[in-house]
């Protein structure tokens, strides 16, 4: 099938360890950000996201720091599962409008 | 399932030819957007609507394409005699009007276009 991840940098990582996927916006204006997870053939999946007015936001085994100062967002998947294994993409936004996405991360998670 | 739905999931269609897209978004949401993608790219934005009213348009929109959402439920995106340059996945999201908990777009499974 197709490759999402055509091209894309890839971060390779064993099962059970942490992954941490790194990820730099352009607008300084943005007030709310996203990270989606998607899977060959399939659209972006929502994983979390955090607004601007807060530095870090836990869901179920994934963290997301945010610093405004370098414009840097980062998406920590914890025990990293053969199901993880996708393209990330981190996506910007302001006043609820548009999305602008990141260049994806190919994560492959080995067994 | 009450996701996003997109249809068809795969197109294909010689140089030349007229296809159209449909998107249908969650129900209670009241914005959806068009994002295309290319492989080994992130989305990119197309146009976006809240209700019926077509609010933005990107510059990649050329005159070829056309987005319509008439009764500000589902929407259709047309490209009129298509070249070989729009082969693409091209990705349809909606969200809800806005506030706190209501900004996420979820995003459809998309279509699968291909020109000859």
């Known amino acids: 099938g197709e490759s999402v991840g055509l091209h894309l940098p890839t971060l390779s990582v064993q099962e059970g360890d942490n992954s941490i996927i790194n990820c730099a916006y352009s607008?300084?204006?943005?007030?709310?950000f996203i990270w989606y997870k998607q899977e060959s053939g399939k659209g972006p999946q929502f994983i979390i996201d955090?607004?601007?007015?807060?530095d870090k936001r836990q869901g179920q085994r994934v963290t997301v720091l945010l610093n405004k100062t370098v414009k840097h967002l980062s998406l920590q998947i914890a025990a990293t599962q053969p199901g993880d294994s996708a393209v990330y993409f981190c996506a910007e936004t302001y006043s609820q409008s548009k999305l602008t996405f990141g260049k994806g991360i190919t994560l492959s998670v080995r067994p | 399932d009450t996701g996003v739905s997109q249809n068809p999931r795969h197109k294909i269609t010689k140089r030349g030819q007229n296809v159209t897209f449909r998107c249908d978004p969650i129900?209670?949401?009241?914005?959806l957007y068009w994002y295309r993608q290319t492989l080994g790219q992130g989305p990119e934005f197309l146009t976006y609507?809240?209700?019926?009213?077509?609010?933005?348009k990107s510059r990649l929109l050329s005159d070829r394409f056309s987005a319509e959402r008439p009764k500000g439920s589902f929407s259709t995106l047309e490209i009129q005699r298509t070249e070989q340059g729009d082969s693409a996945m091209y990705l349809c999201a909606s969200s809800g009007q806005g506030g706190a908990a209501t900004d996420t777009q979820y995003f459809g499974p998309g279509t699968r276009l291909t020109v000859l």
């Open positions: 955090i607004r601007s007015n807060m």
């Open positions: 129900s209670e949401h009241n914005r």
């Open positions: 609507f809240q209700n019926e009213a077509q609010l933005e």
């Open positions: 607008n300084s204006a943005s007030d709310y």
